[in-house]
């Protein structure tokens, strides 16, 4: 038991509530900080998959199988595959949201070329 000799000063437990005041700051910082590693995370993995897709128009095989193939599972719910005339590959992927259960209203893309142009 701790000794406190003035009634009114005495700050045992203020630690306690400090923290059980600022927990919930914190997890919602974590879930912000989590929320944008998946957001870089689905950009990452969309310029992968344009690049997988330019590869295979490139060599005249089918740019949305590949791009498919280069993601995972998770991300193909909301993918959209677009081969641009000048011989790109333009993906588009939904940021995946911290509960899967949730849609999300974002998405992230990217464009890749081989260089090849159509004339």
Do not use: I, N, Y
């Amino acid at each position: 038991m701790p000794l406190c000799f003035h009634r009114l000063r005495c700050e045992t437990g203020q630690a306690s509530v400090e923290m059980v005041a600022v927990l919930p700051l914190v997890l919602l910082v974590g879930a912000v900080c989590w929320q944008f590693a998946l957001a870089g995370q689905a950009a990452w993995l969309s310029a992968h998959a344009a690049r997988a897709g330019a590869r295979a128009d490139a060599v005249g095989g089918d740019v949305g199988a590949a791009a498919r193939s280069a993601l995972p599972g998770a991300l193909e719910r909301g993918l959209k595959v677009e081969r641009l005339g000048e011989g790109g590959v333009h993906v588009e992927v939904q940021v995946p949201l911290l509960l899967d259960r949730w849609r999300s209203p974002w998405s992230v893309g990217a464009t890749s070329s081989l260089g090849r142009t159509e004339k």
